[in-house]
Structure formats: structure tokens, C-alpha cells
């Protein structure tokens, strides 16, 4: 997506502390795929889908917009045998480049990611890369994992953030049975996209942003508590999780713009702030966390504090392979 930061970073850098590669294609290579799509099996995914969900009745077999169903369904079938044949484990898209498609993968994105996908928005392939590790690291826990963003904020007693997205949030996060819908879009200028609407189940979670500092990596991480919605929100038709962040959200959000975290986040039921912190260590990633005992104060002196040390170790790295260098000289 244009104008955006989360789309930047180092991606060789990636690779080398993360163990992951990104890589690029054009949305043709996409739509081929979805084209090579056979009726047969459009009908197998649209039957699995009435079996599976509350569908709404415009979606439904002899309803009006069927066909957006079907659609939907190939877009599905055809990201899922693009991702299978590169061995991918991760993706991101963008509704500014669809050409090829006739509508923005919803449902196609929140059955993937509930088969273990990664997926970031926006081409977003840092949380992307978030959302499989939290999917590794929470086979067999229970609850789920899901891509997120902090899409509004009520700031009321207390306040709450409103954690959502355009379409694309995991239904291992959800609730109760999930609802089929068909709703407008207003960006992409494509054909309205099929999606799963619910509400997280409520319980402790956290949220996690991945970024790339220039000299390292670093991952920001806040203990939220996931609560069920004030009242219905019949015109928000999307996948939705409302928590109230420790240990407030005054403290959390000043907290996570020192830190320069993103808007999307790794979003995880089934993960303590502990286990993304043992991740963090095994990769050689900066780590800060927002919990309930986090002080604005001493959350800034530790951020100056890991400025100094990792600047120290980088001068230090240099120095040494400086040292090396003049060794070997004959």
C-alpha cells in the first residue's frame, strides 16, 4: 500500500535475524491461480461454507448476491493453491492493487489464518511474519491468534480500544457460531467482499507489534483484557475484539508510541507476554513490555537505556571486525 510505513523495513536483515524471506509477486501470478479455479470445486467450498456459518440470506443458495459467494470462494481456492505450490507460510495484500480480482480476499484471509497462515494488511509483511510465529508458538494452547489494529478508541470509564480491520480478523479468536455477510467497501473500487462477522471471546490477551529500528528489530508487547462490546454494532460489519489495555489505556498508548509501535498488531488469546519474550530472546530481538505494573517514566529511561546498549554492541561489532581485519593483513 502507498504511504504507509508498516511496508518498510529490511527484508535481507529479516532473513538474517528471523529466519524468514519475503518475497514479491505481481497480483496477476494471484489471479491466474484464481482463474484456473473449477466450478466442481466452487461448489464443494460454497456447500462447506452453508454447512459451516450463519449465512446471510442474500448469500444464501437462490439468493441475489450468490455469485459473490461463488467469488469469494474461488478468490479462496486460489490464494490457497498459490500459497501451497511456493510453500509459503505467510502473506499480506493490499486493496490498492487487486487487479485481476474481483474483490478483496476476506474470507479467503480469515480461513487461511485460521489454518495457521500468517497474514498482515496493507502489505504489511512484518506482522504478517508476527502472526505465524504467534500461530507456531500457540499449536495446542487454547485459544486463538489473529492479525489486528486499533481501529477506534472509547474513552470513557474505563477506556477501551475497539480492535478490528477492514475484513481480515481470525475467527480462532471468536466467540460464538460465525456470521457469512456481504457489506460495501468503499476503497479498492472492486465488487463488495464476503467476510465472517464475530466477537472475540473475552479473557486476557495480548496484542504485539514487530518493527524494524534500522540498527535492530524490535517488538513491542501490552497485557490487554478482552471484554464483550458495550452494546451491538450492527453498523460495524466486521470481525471485532474490544479490550481495555493494562495497565490503562493512557499509560499503554504513551507507552507504545515511545516505543514506535505500529497500528497492526499480532493479536493472541492463547500467548502470555512471557512466551512472546522467550521468542524475542531466541531471535535476537529487542523486547518491551506494557503490563499492569508499566510507568510512563521508567518505560522512557528504558528506552534510553536499550538505545545505549544497542548502539554500544553495534560500535563494539565493528570495532571487532576492524580488529580482525588489520590482523590478517600481511
Known amino acids: 500500500m502507498s504511504q504507509v510505513a508498516v511496508t518498510k523495513g529490511d527484508k535481507v ?43 446471510a440470506a442474500p448469500l444464501r443458495k437462490n439468493g441475489d448476491r450468490r455469485r459473490s459467494l461463488r467469488e469469494a470462494a474461488r478468490i479462496e481456492l486460489g490464494l490457497r493453491a498459490f500459497l501451497e505450490e511456493g510453500d509459503f507460510k505467510a502473506f499480506t495484500d493490499t486493496f490498492e492493487d487487486l487487479h485481476g480480482l474481483r474483490q478483496l480476499p476476506g474470507i479467503a484471509a480469515q480461513r ?28 495446542g494452547l487454547p485459544g486463538g491468534t489473529s492479525f489486528m489494529e486499533d481501529y477506534t478508541y472509547d474513552f470513557g470509564q474505563p477506556a477501551k480500544v475497539l480492535g478490528a480491520h477492514m475484513l481480515e480478523i481470525c475467527p480462532s479468536i471468536a466467540e460464538a457460531r460465525l456470521s457469512l455477510e456481504i457489506h460495501p467497501l468503499a476503497i479498492g473500487g472492486k465488487e463488495d467482499p464476503v467476510r465472517l462477522v464475530f466477537t472475540a471471546r473475552s479473557g486476557p490477551a495480548v496484542v504485539a507489534s514487530l518493527l524494524d529500528l534500522g540498527n535492530r528489530f524490535r517488538m513491542v508487547a501490552n497485557e490487554v483484557d478482552v471484554i464483550p462490546p458495550d452494546e451491538p454494532m450492527p ?51 529487542e523486547f518491551l513490555k506494557i503490563d499492569r505494573n508499566t510507568r510512563v517514566a521508567e518505560f522512557k529511561r528504558e528506552l534510553i537505556w536499550n538505545d545505549a546498549y544497542y548502539s554500544l554492541k553495534a560500535k563494539c561489532y565493528r570495532m571487532s571486525k576492524g580488529a580482525i581485519f588489520h590482523v590478517l593483513q600481511p
Open 13 to 55: 536483515e529479516a532473513q538474517i535475524r528471523l529466519g524468514y524471506s519475503v518475497e514479491g509477486y505481481g497480483v496477476g501470478d494471484l489471479a491466474e491461480c484464481v482463474r484456473k479455479v473449477t466450478g466442481a470445486e466452487i461448489d464443494l467450498l460454497a456447500s462447506e461454507y452453508d454447512d459451516t456459518y450463519n449465512v
Open 235 to 285: 453498523k460495524l460489519p466486521v470481525a471485532r475484539a474490544v479490550w481495555v489495555p493494562r495497565p490503562s489505556l493512557t499509560v499503554a498508548s504513551t507507552a507504545w508510541l515511545y516505543a514506535s509501535g505500529s497500528h497492526h498488531t499480532g493479536f493472541g488469546q492463547a500467548l502470555s507476554l512471557q512466551q512472546l519474550a522467550d521468542f524475542a530472546e531466541i531471535a535476537g530481538v
Open 112 to 139: 487461511l489464518m485460521a489454518e495457521g497462515y500468517g497474514f498482515g494488511a496493507e502489505g504489511d509483511w512484518k506482522t504478517a511474519a508476527l502472526v505465524r510465529g504467534m500461530k507456531v508458538m500457540s499449536v
